[in-house]
């Protein structure tokens, strides 16, 4: 009995599959993505796609907020079974959860004042002060992986970002082109100068490898009966970028 009692605490062989609700977490604070409405409803690409998803696997869900910072955290300690918040792949992250997809791939631009003609690509952030979100990989981009001598400010969220971009504080958010595209503006323009691959998968607890086929499977059905093309066009046809339609390149989830 005891035995069988820690297996159960420790969610041996535990798989969404086996649940009634799925409790999915998505961003509240990013336009186009994951944005909690003032009637605490969550709208955006990726709730809808998390929605799509859900429903293929016959199942009810809820949504939770999920900042960057706590989207390893609540997988791991099993307070939420999906994670569809512009939750990049990384080698990194696959040491402590799994992902299903990538459901798109996103590529990494620049946010700027709308009268900054300075900041044409990323080799011109050197010397300037670029916004750090907690727990996001978006700035090692810039910082570590291509040296370039940025000054860090960090804080909890892009919504906070574009406040200090507004007010000066900062001069350019780097991060996924389809985040920035919700924040544009007639005051913030999005350079167009991309130079990453950001693989957006389903977080998901490390060893569900039923649920992460599951959740491949209906990834694929998305694009194949036009549902993802439909969300793409729906949430980012007037942003100016250039979408894809079709089916991503599997991580696989062995």
């Not at 209906?218 to 100016?240: H, N, R």
Request: proline content about 3%; hydrophobic content about 40%; charged content about 25%.
């Amino acid at each position: 009995m005891l035995l069988l009692a820690l297996l159960s605490a420790c969610g041996a062989g535990s798989t969404i599959l086996d649940k009634d609700v799925l409790v999915i977490g998505v961003k509240p604070d990013q336009p186009g993505l994951g944005m909690k409405n003032a009637d605490g409803e969550f709208a955006g690409f990726d709730v809808d796609v998390a929605t799509y998803i859900a429903g293929k696997l016959g199942k009810s869900f809820r949504f939770v907020a999920t900042p960057s910072s706590e989207r390893e955290k609540v997988l791991m300690d099993g307070s939420v079974d999906l994670v569809v918040a512009t939750y990049s792949i990384t080698a990194e992250r696959k040491t402590k959860v799994a992902f299903g997809g990538p459901y798109y791939v996103a590529h990494q631009d620049t946010l700027v004042r709308a009268g900054e003609s300075a900041i044409a690509n990323v080799r011109d952030l050197k010397g300037r002060n670029l916004c750090q979100v907690t727990g996001s990989n978006s700035w090692r981009r810039v910082k570590e992986e291509r040296k370039i001598a940025v000054k860090l400010v960090e804080v909890p969220s892009y919504s906070a970002c574009i406040s200090d971009l507004k007010a000066g504080k900062v001069d350019a958010v780097s991060t996924d082109d389809l985040i920035l595209a919700g924040f544009a503006t007639e005051d913030l323009k999005i350079v167009n100068a991309p130079f990453t691959d950001e693989r957006y998968g389903v977080g998901i607890q490390a060893g569900d490898l039923d649920g992460c086929e599951a959740v491949n499977k209906a990834i694929t059905e998305m694009y194949q009966d036009g549902t993802a093309k439909k969300l793409l066009q729906k949430w980012f046809a007037k942003s100016g970028l250039a979408l894809t339609f079709t089916v991503p390149q599997f991580e696989g989830c062995g």
